[in-house]
């Protein structure tokens, strides 16, 4: 069964930090181009950052340049997206997906981590 499973999200200060995982099941992550996207209420979805395996390159948008990082765990076929120096407008559900180098269009999603930035 292809799984994608997110984990680590929760309530967070101002400034404060988290680091989200997507663990993956049923198929290779490294195989697939990864993306983290987020949406928050009554906005549309946003891709924050995207890994890909074949030219290693990470690509992240202004928004969260500097103060987000992805990396990944090849042997526990998992990965992360660490959110350092969180900002009010950081809240929403965060998601990881995974589609073919081949494809545009994501093929795997996982289920969403609610982030809130609060204090």
């Known amino acids: 069964q292809v799984q994608l499973v997110e984990s680590g999200g929760g309530l967070v200060q101002p400034g404060g930090s988290l680091n989200l995982s997507c663990a993956a099941s049923g198929f290779i992550l490294d195989a697939y181009v990864i993306g983290w996207f987020r949406q928050a209420p009554g906005k549309e979805r946003e891709q924050v950052s995207r890994f890909s395996s074949s030219d290693g390159t990470t690509h992240y948008a202004d928004s969260v340049k500097g103060r987000f990082t992805f990396s990944r765990d090849v042997a526990k076929n998992t990965v992360y997206l660490q959110m350092d120096s969180l900002k009010a407008e950081d809240t929403a559900i965060y998601y990881c997906?995974?589609?073919?180098?081949?494809?545009?269009?994501?093929?795997?999603w996982g289920q969403g981590t609610q982030v809130t930035v609060s204090s």
């Open positions: 997906a995974a589609r073919s180098p081949y494809k545009t269009e994501y093929d795997y």
